[in-house]
């Protein structure tokens, strides 16, 4: 039974830094998908980052030069570097983990993924 926990979640100031961190008990991220999502209320839940392979990331239009993903050398801790933050980044933090190649070709969608942590939360102020 894989389980996902993320942590790192945490309340700064615009144009700061967090880190966010995802235990993933149960899963090794190096052959299938792997993924950070967000949602804030009233809105769809969109991704972000994710990696795949173990080594190819991809990431939000948004968040592109400002997000680094990249996972931890066993490939069963995710992190989610998050640099020069905006109020446009508030929201719950997913960690979402693939277990099927599929992810690959769908790596943005929500579907791709079977196992999801609890969520924790980010809030940006200006």
């Known amino acids: 039974q894989v389980h996902l926990l993320e942590s790192g979640g945490d309340s700064v100031q615009a144009g700061g830094s967090l880190r966010l961190s995802c235990a993933a008990n149960?899963?090794?991220?190096?052959?299938?998908?792997m993924g950070w999502f967000r949602q804030v209320p009233g809105k769809e839940r969109e991704g972000v980052g994710f990696?795949?392979?173990?080594?190819?990331?991809y990431y939000s239009p948004s968040v592109k030069g400002r997000f680094t993903i990249s996972q931890g050398n066993a490939g069963n801790t995710l992190y989610l570097q998050m640099n020069s933050l905006t109020v446009e980044d508030t929201g719950i933090y997913y960690c979402?983990?693939?277990?099927?190649?599929?992810?690959?070709?769908?790596?943005?969608?929500?579907?791709?993924?079977?196992?999801w942590g609890q969520g924790t939360q980010v809030t940006v102020s200006s």
């Open positions: 990696i795949a392979g173990g080594h190819s990331t």
């Open positions: 149960g899963y090794n991220s190096n052959r299938y998908c």
């Open positions: 979402a983990a693939a277990t099927s190649f599929s992810c690959y070709s769908n790596i943005f969608q929500q579907r791709s993924y079977e196992y």
